[in-house]
């Protein structure tokens, strides 16, 4: 019975040792197929031509193709529920901004999704910061003047957005709590109009991202006061953050990053993790990132959860505070 027992008992840890092996020879050969990356918006915009510009260099470290597959609707959320849905296995990742990762969720009601608990981070790509504007006719030559401008004159001054909900309505509402002003906000569909109007001084203040908000700067169409970051940008080298003209702590940009479904494996997640910190490295790409208007900013997989924790309240925050809900 003991030469049985000691004969199963060796099969048993030979087939242990056999799986554990396999197991290892898996997670080696990943990725053995071409990885699918899924953005919820069209083709064409700075997303996409972030998509494209990690994807070429993403597929040379993997080994192999990288797709991006569009899923445009509801503000991204449609991609999002497509990636959600996915088999938790690194082959389907989420290309996303600002407003999908944590805007969304506390903006509609019934988003089937939770960034915090559907998904599992990879990592963050980029920042994009944001300059905050006047008319020309504004009598505020900086930050401080504004806001004491605004003081003055509560509920009088407009600003501009691209849309209920968004980034450029969100700033600014951070904005006011931060500065204790009364701003109104007027919703416009699309950054174009918002700007033909900031222009024309029908509103008179507005916060747009870094490439658009400095082109008109430098043509003197309008006037950027500061900009949103912890550092200067050197789209505006002269202009001062916010934080460097008096409002202690205020740090607000938006943000891409990658995501796979919950429950990627550990071992699957640092392989890409790992690779995107390669591509990220690279010069060309971080030279290339900044010509398109977006601050190279990697964290690996466990840094962006922790950044994506923390900067999820900040936004529902927000959201609440300008008292949008949409269904």
């Given at each position: 019975?003991?030469?049985?027992?000691?004969?199963?008992?060796?099969?048993?840890m030979?087939?242990a040792?056999?799986?554990?092996?396999?197991g290892?020879?898996?997670?080696d050969?990943?990725?053995?197929?071409?990885?699918?990356i899924?953005?919820?918006?069209p083709?064409?915009?700075?997303?996409?031509q972030?998509?494209?510009?990690l994807?070429?260099?993403l597929?040379g470290i993997?080994?192999?193709?990288v797709?991006v597959?569009?899923?445009?609707?509801?503000?991204?959320?449609v991609?999002?529920?497509?990636?959600m849905?996915?088999?938790?296995d690194?082959?389907t990742?989420?290309l996303?901004?600002?407003?999908?990762?944590v805007?969304?969720p506390?903006?509609y009601?019934?988003l089937?999704?939770?960034?915090?608990k559907?998904?599992?981070p990879i990592?963050?790509t980029?920042?994009?910061?944001?300059a905050l504007?006047?008319?020309?006719?504004?009598?505020?030559k900086?930050?401080?003047?504004?806001?004491?401008y605004?003081?003055?004159n509560?509920?009088?001054?407009?600003?501009?957005?691209?849309?209920?909900?968004?980034?450029?309505?969100?700033?600014?509402e951070?904005?006011?709590?931060?500065?204790?002003?009364?701003?109104?906000?007027?919703?416009y569909k699309?950054?174009?109009?918002?700007?033909?109007?900031?222009?024309?001084g029908?509103v008179?203040?507005?916060?747009?991202?870094?490439?658009?908000?400095?082109?008109y700067?430098?043509?003197?169409?309008?006037r950027a006061?500061?900009?949103?970051?912890k550092?200067r940008?050197?789209?505006?080298p002269?202009?001062?953050?916010?934080?460097?003209?008096?409002l202690?702590?205020f740090?607000?940009?938006?943000?891409?990053g990658?995501?796979?479904?919950?429950?990627?494996?550990?071992d699957?997640?640092a392989?890409?993790?790992?690779?995107?910190?390669?591509?990220?490295?690279?010069?060309?790409?971080?030279?290339?990132?900044?010509?398109q208007?977006?601050?190279?900013?990697?964290?690996?997989?466990?840094?962006?959860?922790?950044?994506?924790?923390?900067?999820?309240p900040?936004?529902?925050?927000?959201?609440?505070?300008?008292?949008?809900?949409?269904d």
């Open positions: 019975m003991k030469k049985i027992f000691r004969t199963c008992l060796a099969g048993l030979a087939g040792g056999l799986l554990m092996s396999m290892t020879q898996a997670a050969a990943f990725p053995s197929k071409p990885i699918r899924v953005m919820g918006f083709a064409g915009g700075p997303l996409d972030h998509a494209r510009l994807t070429d260099k597929q993997l080994g192999q193709p797709v597959d569009y899923k445009p609707g509801a503000g991204g959320s991609g999002a529920q497509d990636v849905r996915s088999p938790a690194g082959y990742l989420m996303a901004n600002t407003g999908v990762m805007i969304n506390a903006l009601s019934k089937p999704y939770s960034t915090l559907d998904f599992t990592a963050r980029a920042m994009q910061p944001l504007l006047v008319n020309n006719k504004v009598p505020a900086n930050l401080p003047e504004f806001i004491a605004a003081k003055a509560p509920g009088k001054i407009n600003f501009g957005s691209a849309g209920n909900g968004g980034i450029s309505h969100l700033v600014p951070m904005f006011k709590s931060a500065a204790g002003v009364d701003l109104v906000h007027i919703p699309g950054s174009a109009p918002a700007f033909t109007d900031l222009i024309g029908q008179q203040f507005m916060a747009e991202s870094i490439p658009q908000a400095a082109a700067h430098k043509q003197g169409k309008v006061l500061a900009v949103t970051s550092e940008n050197p789209a505006l002269e202009v001062p953050t916010a934080i460097e003209s008096g202690k702590g740090e607000v940009v938006g943000f891409y990658f995501l796979a479904p919950a429950n990627t494996p550990k699957v997640v392989k890409l993790s790992s690779a995107f910190g390669q591509v990220m490295n690279m010069a060309d790409v971080r030279g290339r990132m900044v010509e208007g977006a601050d190279p900013a990697f964290l690996d997989s466990e840094a962006f959860g922790k950044f994506l924790a923390a900067e999820t900040r936004w529902a925050a927000a959201v609440k505070a300008s008292g949008t809900k949409l």
